[in-house]
């Protein structure tokens, strides 16, 4: 590595202060290495001294033309749902294809000057910038009402760990609402908002989708900005829209889509052209008769989706009916197998605890282009303090511990090995998918699960084991980037108690940045069929 200055400097390191950090590190130099290091040291020490101000750099939020007032906390939080309110516009919007709509932010999203918990008390941060996609959502004229409550850290499936309280499925109080984007979940199913966004990087847009009963849909990872939003693992992190029908959501993601410069998730290229419009081409399958609606589809159900172990027969059932539905419509359906779709969630959870607990926890994203946010993590050292790591919730606090150990054991060889796998795992579903236009499956292995006993103190081996295997359908999409929506097709009693109908929902998988065509196969289907009478 080249030196780009070597003077004696005003503030110089000296050995003693470089010893104990070597040390640290197993290493010991002779008293001369150690001055060479340290003169060296110094030297990085005045370059980051003297680095310009990043404010420069950093997107500005323009408070006239995106004013927000009434930011509060509420005293009536919908059940859980709510973290923050505000009301914020753009004063000259540049479209008005969300004009007048309600949005919610998920409580992991900068909004300035509105707190991010993003769901845990280990971080106490409100930031100074917006997140792209809550900018492109006002400039198409929607009204952004607030911050959705979300899962600690972003880390749970189950929706009750959020710093602000346990959210509620809305069709039954003491079950989840899913997770991590509880609030929005239960948000856009009562009404409260129209839209609301989500984040994935397991299934925490869709497993709230199928949870709540609406539609959330996980795009093609790259295709919507992640700028601004609090990353867990930028290689599965996706931002995406949740709504009560398909053609909102496609109204969504025309507005929020397309690369915005910061984030290296984003080809700047090869989305031109008309790729980027999504309304169209769903309002033109709406207008087809029913029959021929989705003539020409070809639709590929995903024999491995229905084995996951431990499936809830009600819900397979429901999905196979959901299914059949599509004949009627003009579609050809038939069997396709992608035997390592029952690998990929075993490579998924090996990939996660390097770079999850890195990027996540600690707030260290190097090595990416993209808009790095300082001041949060300013607030957080190399290792998490014995307070903050009791201030995560059973998921995250599982990460962590994950991350140390396989850190101290593994280091890179294994996080390595499972990104080489995922790889092959991805090329497995970009072959089923030449021969058919969409995969299709259960979004989740079984209804909502009951809640604990708010203030109930099990451990995190009892409470993570209420949703094992609750992302062996969603997260081996993360890894490999195809859009995946999730669709409710019906209701099935809940394990706990026959009695208690809960929604169930239809995954729909398309080739990567083809997220038109999840959007045109659901919108086909729910026209013809009232999901809540099933």
Known sequence: MSVI?????????????????LEEAGLKLSDSL???????????DAAIASLSDEKDASPYTDLEKYPRSNIHIPADNEMGAWATKVTAKCTSPTSDLLKGRTVALKDNMAFAGVRCTNGTSMVDWVPK??????????????????KAACENSCLEGLSATAVTGQVHNPYAKGYSAGGSSSGSGRLVATGSVDLAFGCDQGGSIRIPASSCGIVGLKPTWGLVPYTGILSLDATIDHAGPMAKTARDCALFLEAIAGPDGWDDRQPPFGLEGGRLKYVAPVDAVLAKEEAKRLDGVKIGV??????????DANVVSSVQSAIEKFKSLGATVSSVSVPLHLVAPLAWTCALPL???????????????????????????AKLTQ??????GPGAANLYVQYLWAQEKYNAEVHGKAMNL???????????????????????????PQLPDPGSDEGP?????????LISNTCPFNSSGHPALSLPVGFVPAREDPGVKLPTAMQIVGRKYADVDCLKVAAAWEKSSDWTSL
């Open 34 to 44: 150690l001055g060479d290091y340290s003169t060296l040291i110094s030297s990085l």
């Open 355 to 381: 770079p999850g607990g890195r990027q996540s926890l600690l707030g260290d994203i190097y090595g990416r282009k993209q808009l790095y946010l300082t001041d949060r993590a300013g607030l957080i050292g």
């Open 387 to 392: 307070e903050q790591f009791e201030a995560l």
């Open 5 to 21: 200055q070597l003077k004696e400097h005003e503030k110089k390191v000296t050995g003693e202060e470089l010893k104990p950090v």
């Open 302 to 311: 995903l024999r491995e989706g229905f084995e996951v172990p431990g499936q």
């Open 461 to 469: 081996l009892s409470f993570l084991g209420r949703t094992v295997r």
């Open 422 to 448: 995922l790889k092959g795992i991805s090329d497995a579903y970009d072959k089923a998918l030449e021969e058919v236009d969409v995969l299709v499956m259960p979004t989740l292995p079984y209804p909502p």
């Open 129 to 146: 910038i917006d997140a792209t996609i809550a900018t492109r959502a006002m400039d198409a004229g929607a009204i952004i009402v607030g």
